[in-house]
């Protein structure tokens, strides 16, 4: 396309942009506009991009980091065939596919779930480390991001990592447009500030006019030609563009226009401007899954071995039977035990240092390009990504998660390391699956067996050691149970899970010495919960009692009463968990305070006999 063509092109993504948040009522338009003529100028000149096979291993790809654009998205799409204008037209309606933030459940070609900021450029380090450590194909990432999100930290903990790994198949462009929701931002129009800090992460740097499309193509070209260093293409924009009324205007944003058709009379009125995108290059399919079997490391029962030993050894193993398996870790690994990865798949190995947030970005992206990230960390310090995680669940991403150094039975290193949240963290989220082994064996083969499950899959590790209870060759399917004590003539339930199983046993056999016989029901799986085991118990005993090595609220005290929660009488239940605000002590010292170790789980145990039978 020429100059005219292509300024064209860009008062057309306007149009369009107005157009579908007239017909939903709301929107944002003004953002889209700000942004037309750098997404003109992409999309006409420099992406390669074959929409008919979103997943052509050679196909350039595009993030949307600023999700809220997404009419300037949804236009761009139209531009090129993906999407008609009847299609456009029917965005933010109930059923459509063009959804007030973009998401890759509902279009294949949109590579992750945006509109939380901070999200789009981390994601793009990601799938841009995949393209040059892993896929080996010069296919572009280009990310789109607004100058009001650059205030979040995720975006320089993704500077610095792009910038360290020199990810020059990376691009950023930066739409400082001035206006953020309720005025202006931080740096307004000062397009160095946003340079020297990419300068600064060892990024290469333009600066443009965002309006200027031979400025922009220039810019792009420059890019694409730059080896060693990512490029941010900083563009000085206007919000509204185009339109008299809206054109850096406040008060504007996220609003239909109100006059839509004088606004498009404006712009020059309705166009059906097709552009055909470059045809992306020819590139080799994605990796071949390796087809060894898979030999996982096995103990004997009686063994003490720490169920993070027993994660790194597993992971090891499952890298090398399966080809497509990756490992990350922020710069924990000695601890978490990743380390063990590392040694026999260094090329396979990401380290993301200590910044949580773009470890989990950076899974989000390699598994959009195929492979299966295991990302681990302290349990505590996942809490700092919870945002990736949550958004990941709305992109659909299938990745791993292993969060170790779980509870207060990590001892004297006090709270602040001490994960006591996360498995209530993690149960909320939409469709995952969350899993706390107690033994080696067991941790294995639910390492291996998070391979082959969808969605956000979140394994629990300890840091001490702890005797290894089953076999080898037992086998743990997800949403089950073990019973590990039962009789006819048994008074409660036990339930518990990882550290405090354990402690439940040595329970049992204290309280089956005085006569009193109880279950104990190893809940490995914690989502989904075995409900037929917890109801049968439930029907067979008269008593739960749950004890867990984390806060009372959303863990495992609750998934067993979601077993209950179908209209059928629910059970008398009891729960042990930490309630207090630990300190620094031993292991045992910290289990004793917090009132979930043998001792304290025996007492309660009588307690609740003692009361069963009074009349």
């Known amino acids: 396309m020429n100059h005219a063509e292509l300024v064209d092109l860009a008062q057309q993504l306007r149009v369009d942009s107005v157009r579908a948040a007239a017909a939903a009522g709301s929107g944002h338009p003004t953002s889209s506009m700000s942004a037309a003529d750098l997404m003109a ?52 309606e109930l059923g459509s596919r063009l959804e007030g933030h973009p998401t890759p459940q509902r279009l294949p070609w949109v590579e992750t ?25 010069d296919y572009r990432v280009w990310v789109l991001c607004g100058d009001s999100e650059m205030a979040e930290g995720s975006i320089w903990e993704a500077a610095e990592h792009a910038g360290y790994e020199r990810l020059d198949n990376l691009t950023v462009i930066v739409d400082v447009n001035r206006l953020g929701q309720r005025g202006p931002t931080r740096h307004g129009h000062d397009l160095d500030a946003y ?32 080896k060693g260093q990512p490029t941010a293409i900083i563009a000085r924009t206007l919000k509204g563009k185009g339109v008299k009324a809206t054109e850096d205007r406040e008060g504007l944003h996220g609003k239909p226009l109100k006059d839509a058709d004088e606004a498009i009379e404006e712009l020059g009125g309705v166009r059906d401007l097709h552009v055909r995108v ?20 096995r103990w004997e029962r009686g063994e003490e071995v720490a169920t993070r030993d027993a994660y790194g050894r597993a992971l090891a193993a499952l890298g090398t039977a399966q080809a497509d398996v990756v490992a990350l870790d922020g710069e924990v690994g000695d601890s978490t035990r990743s380390e063990f990865f590392a040694k026999e798949h260094p090329e396979r190995y990401f380290e993301c240092y200590i910044a949580e947030q773009q470890m989990v970005a950076t899974a989000v992206g390699l598994a959009r ?70 033994d080696a064996n067991q941790t294995a083969k639910l390492v291996a067996a998070m391979a082959d499950l969808d969605g956000i899959r979140y394994l629990r590790t300890s840091r001490g050691e ?46 089956g010495a005085e006569g009193i016989d109880v279950r104990v029901i190893d809940l490995y799986s914690v989502k989904p919960v075995d409900r037929a085991t917890l109801r049968q118990a439930a029907e067979e005993t008269g008593c739960l009692l749950t004890v867990e090595d984390h806060r009372e609220e959303g863990g495992i005290g609750d998934a067993v009463l979601d077993a209950f929660l179908d209209g059928r009488p629910v059970p008398r239940l ?10 620094s002590a031993t292991p045992a010292e910290q289990l004793h305070a917090a009132g979930i170790d043998a001792e304290s789980i025996a007492a309660s145990a009588r307690l609740l006999v003692e009361e069963a039978v009074v009349p």
């Open 369 to 438: 390009r195929g492979w299966v990230p295991y990302a681990s960390t302290f349990a505590a310090f996942l809490t700092r990504a919870y945002d990736f995680v949550r958004m990941a669940s709305v992109s659909g991403s299938g990745i791993n998660l292993n969060g170790s150094h779980s509870g207060v039975s990590i001892g004297q290193d006090g709270p602040s390391q001490m994960g006591l949240e996360d498995l209530a963290m993690m149960r909320t989220v939409h469709g995952s699956t969350v899993l706390y082994p107690c």
């Open 195 to 226: 340079a020297r800090r990419f300068r600064a992460f060892d990024w290469h740097t333009v600066e443009i006019d965002g309006h200027d499309v031979e400025a922009i193509d220039r810019a792009y070209g420059e890019a694409a030609s730059t």
């Open 278 to 297: 470059h045809e992306p290059p020819s590139g080799r399919s994605l990796h071949a899954v390796g087809d060894s079997t898979l030999d996982l490391p």
């Open 574 to 583: 009891v729960r042990l968990a930490v309630r207090t605000m630990p300190g």
């Open 466 to 511: 702890s005797p290894v209870l089953y076999g080898p060759d037992e086998e743990f399917p997800v949403g089950g149970s073990k019973v590990l004590r039962s009789s006819t003539g048994d008074r409660l339930t036990i339930v518990a899970a990882g550290v405090t199983l354990h402690e439940a046993l040595s329970a049992a056999d204290a309280l």
């Open 113 to 137: 779930a945006t509109g939380s900021l901070g999200q789009g450029l981390p994601i793009g380090v990601g799938i841009a480390l995949a393209g040059k450590r892993l896929d080996h194909a």
């Open 41 to 92: 100028v992409l999309l006409a000149h420099h992406l390669r991009y074959d929409f008919d096979r979103p997943e052509h291993p050679g196909n350039d790809r595009f993030v949307l980091s600023k999700g809220h654009a997404s009419p300037l998205l949804y236009s761009a799409y139209k531009a090129a065939g993906a999407v008609d204008d009847e299609e456009l037209l029917t965005f933010r």
